[in-house]
């Protein structure tokens, strides 16, 4: 079993529509939960941050926590074509930052 | 977030030669860099865990005599990649940790695009 796990994708969405990226993680002493955004041929580039349950919302970005599920999500309203990207789903445990495998994301105009 | 440099951000070099990659905290001293690889389609996978004024920490499957880390201050990590082959042909991206405590998140470099031939 991988220890964090996301849907591949691609996941492909109209503009203006909303986005639902997910992630399990197996560690149940897991921290934190990261959302990351990485481009073609990009390093990845934050977008929020988790660590308790519920919902954390920023701008069009709200992650969910689910630690009794052992779930993280991430969803974008309003979607735009420059939110095509893949969105990696990082946890942090004692020691280090594991990342899933990312999920693409493709917004059609 | 902390502001990283990578140079250079792509190499292309012959199969068996050697290649550094520098990674530099602009505005703070890292004690702890993180160097990644990313095959194509594929996640970040942690290489090694490069400590200043001593030895780096690699994780299991990495070869510490081929990938060698040297994090000499606290502003400076290089990785050698030593005797390169194409399956080393890599995304090669160093991170540093942030927030208040070790191993909340990490700021990433512009990433190094490796290419043996």
């Known amino acids: 079993q991988k220890e964090v796990e996301q849907n591949s994708g691609p996941l492909s969405v109209p503009e203006g529509a909303i986005a639902s990226l997910n992630c399990t993680y197996s560690?149940?002493?897991?921290?934190?939960f990261f959302w990351y955004r990485q481009y073609s041929g990009k390093s990845p580039e934050l977008i929020m941050f988790?660590?308790?349950?519920g919902d954390k919302e920023d701008g069009r970005f709200t992650a969910q926590l689910n630690k009794a599920s052992q779930y993280v999500s991430l969803l974008i309203r309003d979607s735009q074509p420059s939110d095509s990207a893949t969105y990696l789903c990082?946890?942090?445990?004692?020691?280090?930052?594991?990342f899933g495998a990312g999920t693409r994301l493709t917004v059609k105009p | 977030g902390a502001v990283v440099s990578q140079h250079p951000s792509w190499v292309i070099c012959k199969s068996g030669t050697s290649v550094k990659i520098e990674c530099r905290s602009l505005?703070?001293?890292?004690?702890?860099m993180f160097w990644y690889r990313q095959f194509p389609k594929q996640s970040l996978m942690l290489m090694a865990t490069?400590?200043?004024?001593?030895?780096?920490?690699?994780e299991q499957g990495v070869e510490k005599d081929k990938f060698l880390i040297n994090h000499a201050s606290l502003t400076l990590s290089t990785l050698t990649v030593t005797s390169a082959h194409p399956e080393d042909s890599s995304f090669y991206i160093c991170?540093?940790?942030?927030?208040?405590?070790?191993?909340?998140?990490?700021?990433f470099g512009p990433g190094t695009r490796l290419t043996v031939l």
């Open positions: 991170s540093l940790p942030g927030g208040g405590s070790s191993y909340n998140e990490q700021f």
């Open positions: 990082a946890v942090t445990g004692n020691n280090d930052m594991r």
């Open positions: 505005d703070f001293q890292a004690t702890t």
């Open positions: 988790i660590y308790s349950n």
């Open positions: 490069s400590n200043e004024g001593s030895k780096a920490t690699y």
């Open positions: 560690d149940r002493g897991s921290q934190s």
